[in-house]
């Protein structure tokens, strides 16, 4: 059957009515263009999101401690003994010889590490006590690993070297305690170490937990308030392909036996509930298309009805019923393509017009743009699913008004 | 053989349902090749419905149509269909042109659909076709500018155009007016008189004097078979009345 054939009688239905074909061609649209508006949107805010958490983030930080309890000499010794909550003979904390450690590990790393000293601590000023967490570090191994040195709003992570006892803190923290670079305060460690410290920098990492909570300072410093000369704690992994970070972690720890924690893990939480959001997100994009499509169902029902004479000469002539039936579904596929064209050209401005709408965010007080993620895949992706929903709705309409037999047609206009 | 275009053997048909009614029954007929066959008969006689399974449209309950000695009854829907295009040509009562479509399209709809032909070949043929039907003016105009007479004749070119051995009409001139009648019964007996076998329901006593032959169906059944140049004016009161 002459394929053309088909799709003139198709064309000719289709253009002979202009106003029902344009309604179906617009539900179409809105739906392809909100889905790809929504999946920008989504994606975008996500990766804006995993960017700042990877930015801020070691890819992977090793700490100095295990995944389980190390077994007792009694236990390795007797293997009927259970002991339980023993004073851990290694208990010195720290990484042991971290320098070797560390050159061991740049020998095969795609990526950088750098030592911290971490541990907990107290911020005094003017009689406001803050816990935060504070990380010694060395600057210039720093900036290897993270991306502190550009997030600072005053002062610079160099600084850290050229004051005593200086310490660099978030922006939300600094606004809480009321001070600004050149001020001073009080550090008190867990063991009871008060040290007065002077804020040299201020920084901004986006993530609230970070910029509220935590404080930089040199090595010596964190070491000081640790009460540990020397120690290092941990050791933070920048990688190339911040994708990659869990299967390093795993050779990490494997090598160097400590426990080694993939920025994916340590925020599993976080990650978990993406997956969620997408599962809702995709769901509701498929509503979207599903629904988009009964417009062309109803377009197509009301097609095959009026054309039911037409449908009975058709067959009267000879055609054969599936050559009838797929004149409809290329109806349907017509109207479906040209809504999806028009459909990416909405979708696209609606992502433009979103991506210059500015968000306050009253946690970090910042103004920031909607984050909008283009992708040829929402394009493709929606414009298949919407073409397949569209020709399944035309099926159904088509089926049944191409099965009835032309007799019963030509009896009635008789 | 080859005299016969069309044959019937012990046609039955039924409608099922609430009340089951048997429209044709048993009707045994052979059409001549070039034979104009006129099938008369009252209302709900069965004629139309006798037309429809010799065109293939419909399906018998029992028996065979032989067309062009090929028999039918054990071909498939679509297969029937494929008959239909090539072998039998349709006119209907209304002339069921596709609105949309010029006169001209609508004669190129069964080409096109059995698509043995060129774009060109099929163009000129159904150019050739309105023009010998009178309507060369007519090609691009859509049927709801053509008079009822014209709607016909173009429906008659669409019938022809795939070059069928029968041509099978129900009530070709039900709606026309008398000039026209004559008109499209003229055409038909052309057409008979080229060669094909022309197979015409009608109410119309004075068409069917003028057929070669005129087969009259009561109650689904042949009550009376007669060359049409016989039949008397007393008869076709009778067969009226």
New interface residues.
Partial sequence: MATNLLFDIAWTHVTSRVRQTLVGMAGVAMGVGFTIMMAGLMQGSQIDFLHQLVDTMPHVTVQDERRTAPTQPAEQEYGAVQLTDVANLNSRPGIKYPETVMASLRSWLPGDVAPSARTTAIIDHGGGRIGVTLVGIDPRLEVKVSKLATQMRQGQLGDLARAPNAIIIGEALAEKLGVKAGNTVLVIGGQGAEVTASVVGVFRSGLKRVDEGQIYSLMSFAQLIIGQDGIVNELRLRLNDPLSAQRIATQVEAQVGYKSVSWQEANADLLSTFSVRDFIVLTVMGAMLLTSSFATYNIISTITHEKRQDIAIMKSLGMREYAVRRIFIIEAAIIGAVGILAGWLLGYALCYGWSKITIFNPLTGATVPLQIYYSPTHYIVAGCVSIICCTGAAFFPARKATRVHPVEIIRGAS | MTEIALQSVGLVRRIEGGVSHTLVDGIGLSVKRGEFLAITGPSGSGK?SLL?LLGL??APDEGEVIICGQPTSKLS??ER??????R?G?V???H??????TAL?NVL??M????KMGDKEMRERGLELLTSLGLKDHADKRPNQLSGGQRQRVAIA?ALSNRPEIIVA??PT?ALDTASTEQVFGILRDIADSGRTVIVVTHDPALAARADRRVHIVDGKIAETSAGHALTSEATALINA
Avoid: H, K, M, N
Wanted: aromatic share 18%; charged share 30%.
């Fill in positions: 139309s429809y449209l419909d829907e679509s269909a494929d008959v239909r295009l090539t039998c349709f209907f009562q209304f069921f042109l596709l609105p949309e479509f399209d709809l069964p096109r659909a059995a698509g669409r129900d009530e039900g």
